[in-house]
């Protein structure tokens, strides 16, 4: 049981906008500490992909966003293409655990 | 362009304890930053097992605490990470990585990982 709670799956076709969710509590997201979202690609080691809730490592396309709001975070993936199909994490900084993140979420482009 | 890479012994028996070494090229590790473990167990996500700041500061994920030992070898430019009484849970890739500052910020580099099997 992951202290960051992502959905284990989401889909699209390509083209299409997708969203990411990571819920946290007030110990972590809610308490204001930033959240961090890492793309893991088969075989590779997790790649940075927004850092601070919202900004873009240099060469991350702009088609990559991220958000936060109260006790939860989104990532937003615009103009879907296969090269995305991954796994993707949330992280952040929770005041009794530190460094925490979700369980991880597999995204499919259909 | 800073680099990390894992090395360790691979296979460990229960009980024993896993010993891993993460290299650091392209940059000093005494000059500055958070350094991290996170393993990753077979297809499953990745778990948080302790940072270590360049003056030496620790600080170990609860759950593992007891078992866990993080320190950095300026002279060679690396940090080590002991998990002592090991079991088939502890079986899992370990990457080590550096936050890009303060300890609430995210990790922007990562090594390639070491899979690390317990069994007898």
């Not at chain 2, 993460?22 to 930053?33: E, I, K, N, P, T």
Request: net charge neutral.
């Amino acid at each position: 049981q992951s202290v960051l709670t992502q959905p284990p799956s989401v889909s699209g076709a390509p083209g299409q906008r997708v969203t990411i969710s990571c819920t946290g509590s007030s110990s972590n997201i809610g308490a204001g500490y930033d959240v961090h979202w890492y793309q893991q690609l088969p075989g590779t080691a997790p790649k940075l992909l927004i850092y601070a809730n919202n900004n873009r490592p240099s060469g991350v396309p702009d088609r990559f966003s991220g958000s936060r709001s109260g006790t939860s975070a989104s990532l937003a993936i615009t103009g879907l293409q296969a090269e995305d199909e991954a796994d993707y994490y949330c992280q952040s900084y929770d005041s009794s655990l530190r460094q925490v993140f979700g369980g991880g979420t597999k995204l499919t482009v259909l | 362009q800073v680099q990390l890479q894992e090395s360790g012994p691979g296979l460990v028996k229960p009980s024993e304890t896993l010993s891993l070494t993460c290299a650091v090229s392209g940059f000093a590790l005494s000059r500055s930053y958070y350094w991290g473990w996170i393993r990753q167990p077979p297809g499953k996500g990745l778990e948080w097992i302790g940072t270590i700041h360049h003056s030496g500061t620790t600080f170990y994920n609860p759950s593992l605490k007891s078992r866990v030992t993080m320190s950095v070898d300026a002279s060679k430019n690396q940090f080590s990470l002991n998990l002592s009484s090991v079991t088939a849970a502890d079986t899992a890739l370990y990457y080590c990585a550096r936050l890009s500052g303060s300890d609430y910020s995210g990790f922007n580099y990562w090594g390639q990982g070491t899979l690390a099997s317990v069994s007898s």
